[in-house]
């Protein structure tokens, strides 16, 4: 599936970041009943700023009083997004799902990347960010992302 995929240069763009924010719906990949887990941190973001967020989990059934799903036929309608916040090889793991199941756009949380599945994505005409923190771009993230944000905004992630 990866066959052949070059590195690609990572580029900011502020403006698809804005945009993916103005979706309403997101597949969240790595919310966890470990509640100190970080993909816990941005379902909490995320649902404080009303997003409609469908947990994604293989075993779980519910996390932090939240449904979760193990497959997109299971969700009662499609998300806008996905967000992944899992190790790299997972990623790889879950593009092709997210890919069949139509979203074309995903959030590759810092961390969970896989130079692979990002150009995989790309490739395939999906609409990615990587490299970033979601949260940073929340309005009024909190400590420490509101930290990482003005620093961002300073020019260390431009």
Known sequence: MYQNITPMKKEKNIQQIEDFLKLRSFALFGASSQKKKF?????????????????????ANFIDRHKAYSSFKELPEKPEGAIL??????????????????????????????EKAVRYCILNGINVISGECI????????????????????????
């Open 39 to 59: 993909g816990n941190h941005i379902l909490a973001g995320l649902t404080k700023k009303n997003y409609k967020v469908y947990l994604m989990h293989r075993r």
């Open 85 to 114: 916040v899992i190790p790299p090889a997972e990623t790889e793991h879950v593009i092709n799902d997210i890919i069949a199941a139509g979203i074309k756009n995903i959030w590759f949380q810092q961390g969970a990347e896989s």
């Open 135 to 158: 949260l940073m771009f929340l309005d009024h993230p909190g400590f420490p992302h509101n930290i990482h944000k003005w620093i961002w905004s300073m020019g260390a992630g431009k």
